[in-house]
């Protein structure tokens, strides 16, 4: 039986110049790549940006199998290849020498009038309103009453998520071997009418964080989890927790996360 390979990728052009010489490549060291999604593989090499990786993991379902991505796009935090490298990557995949980082995605449950259905977040679940307007959202944190929040809205991210929306958002770069989740509030309003806390709120990620809109305002809202929009008229509840899936990304034996960002942010 071949060991076999998925290669995902995106649209832009080099990455689609790029397909067909690392199938190639695959093959020529013995390894099977389908031209459909196989569920027996064991390893997806993801092609593009980190909206690329992000895109695979959704369109996937959040697979069980290990993961590694190839930087074509802009930032590319979770892509781990530089285009020239891959010959050099295979080789080290082969001999075993590279890491797995495991990362625990989000798992929102959304109560809403039409019963209950889950979203799942890799960098970060976010909660605004779908119409512009300020939301006021209780938040209990393992039911326990933490604040009344007014503002634009709340980005709960998971720490590989922290330097994404999160970090333009005010919110701190977590250490990856770090188990947390950040709450990091979005234009807080502080004024007599109404009082948020400023700065994120750091929670063990074993939390249970339950977001209800105050019923006087509207109950309609916008999650986004990894930039992909879900329109929820009604909500009653949304309860956020750190899901028990784990995502499997590989690394090459050089990577350290602060280097990455000094590399990518400063
Ligand atoms: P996008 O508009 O291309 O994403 C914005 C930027 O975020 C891109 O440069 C993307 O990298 C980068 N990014 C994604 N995940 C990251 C991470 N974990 N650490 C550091 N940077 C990261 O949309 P997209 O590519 O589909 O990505 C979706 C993400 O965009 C969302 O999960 C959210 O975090 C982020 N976002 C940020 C803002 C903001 O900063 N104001 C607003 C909305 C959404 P690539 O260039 O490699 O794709
Ligand atoms: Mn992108």
Redesign the pocket.
């Known amino acids: 039986m071949k060991r076999i390979i998925n290669i995902t990728t995106n649209e832009h052009p080099y990455s689609l110049e790029l397909l067909p010489d690392l199938k190639h490549t695959l093959e020529s060291y013995g390894f099977a790549v389908p031209d459909n999604f196989s569920t027996d593989a064991e390893l997806i090499i993801c092609i ?5 990786f ?2 695979t993991l959704h369109k996937h379902n959040f697979p069980k199998m290990q993961l590694v991505g190839i ?1 074509t ?7 781990e290849i530089h285009p020239h490298e891959i010959e050099e990557f295979i080789h080290a995949y082969l001999r075993g020498d590279f890491f797995v980082q495991k990362i625990r995605p989000l798992q929102a449950t959304v109560h809403d009038n039409d019963g209950v259905s889950t979203l799942m ?4 679940i ?1 909660i605004k309103s779908d119409k512009s307007r300020t939301v006021h959202l209780n938040i209990n944190v393992n039911g326990n009453f933490i604040e009344k929040f007014s503002g634009d809205g709340l980005i709960v ?1 998971t720490p ?10 005010g919110g701190s770069i977590v250490d990856p071997s770090l188990n947390l989740i950040q709450v990091t509030p979005l234009a807080p309003i502080n004024t007599t009418a109404y009082r948020s806390f400023t700065s994120s709120i750091v929670l063990p990620e074993t939390s249970v964080i339950e977001i209800t809109p105050e019923d006087k305002f509207e109950s309609s809202l916008l999650l ?1 989890s ?2 992909i929009e879900f329109r929820c008229p009604e909500i009653q509840k949304i309860s956020v927790s750190t899901s028990d899936t784990t995502v499997r990304l590989l690394r090459l034996r050089n990577y350290e996360f602060w280097s990455k960002v000094k590399e ?1 942010f400063l």
């Open positions: 593009g940006g980190d909206g690329s992000l895109n930087n796009g802009h930032l590319g935090f979770f892509q977040g890799l960098n970060e976010v991210s590989s998520g922290s330097t994404a929306y999160n970090y333009s958002a986004v990894d930039g990518k």
